[in-house]
């Protein structure tokens, strides 16, 4: 009935486990890292690299190089300078990144049942009753925000 | 707006990284292959070690070995005995693991968007404009299944 996966049959695609879509994901996604680097950009606005250094996982400095160079490389975020210091780099969500919001939803929520955490009773009701509109706001705020980098540019 | 982490405080979660809810989850569900795993169990009717080992991705032994006694570990799946044969062990989603439908569902939708996958068209549209009526049909069986289970016993 779900059998939506078949044997690798492109050249492009033979270093890829099959081309289930779920494998797919996991292969660019599937560690314990990324999509916290993906919620730090999408959720808390983080830009640089030392805030995402920051963020309270504690992840090594080789282990987030590693995974931005990867994210970027499969166009998951991009890479700017910033403004005020040309040297700084500044990193931000792509359409394909934002677009990962109803994966982290679906995370947060899982995790908030289940296990014990630090989730806000009203987000996570936001998130559960109103999960368009959640969705929607995020979106749009990606988009606010990228038109107006563009404006500058 | 979304910081819904705080400090780890509780003795019992102090191994945890923090108790951000998408950081929990990841802490259970983050690699290449427990939610492939899970996908077989739940989309494929896989209830075996010998199905899992043999399924396209090319498992190793030892790592899915791992992974069950993980996911049988922290709720996700349990074991019983075969019917017909009682050394055969057999592998189910329990209650939390069907409901982890939705994160599949989304890394399926995500996967199939923006990367070649073999994805069949008919399945994704069900997927996104039927989100609720595919995840109910999920539920569904792993009902049937679970009361036929019980009934057995």
């Known amino acids: 009935m779900f059998c939506y996966c078949r044997a690798v049959t492109s050249k492009r695609k033979q270093t890829r486990r099959s081309d289930c879509p779920l494998n797919v994901s996991l292969e660019l996604l599937g560690d314990r890292w990324s999509l916290l680097i993906i919620r730090d950009l999408m959720f808390r606005g983080f830009r640089s690299y030392k805030e995402l250094l920051e963020s ?20 998951i975020i991009n890479t700017s300078r910033a403004e005020s210091d040309r040297r700084q780099l500044i990193y931000r969500l792509t359409k ?23 989730a806000p009773p009203a987000m996570l009701r936001k998130m559960e009753k109103q999960r368009q509109k959640f969705l929607s706001e995020i979106q749009r705020r990606w988009a606010d925000e990228s038109g107006s980098m563009l404006l500058r540019k």
């Open 56 to 75: 309270e996982e504690g992840i090594a400095t080789n282990i987030l190089a590693n995974r931005l160079k990867r994210l970027e490389g499969c166009g």
């Open 96 to 118: 394909k990144g934002i677009d990962l919001a109803p994966v982290l939803l679906e995370l947060i929520l899982w995790g908030a049942r289940y296990e014990e955490t630090a």
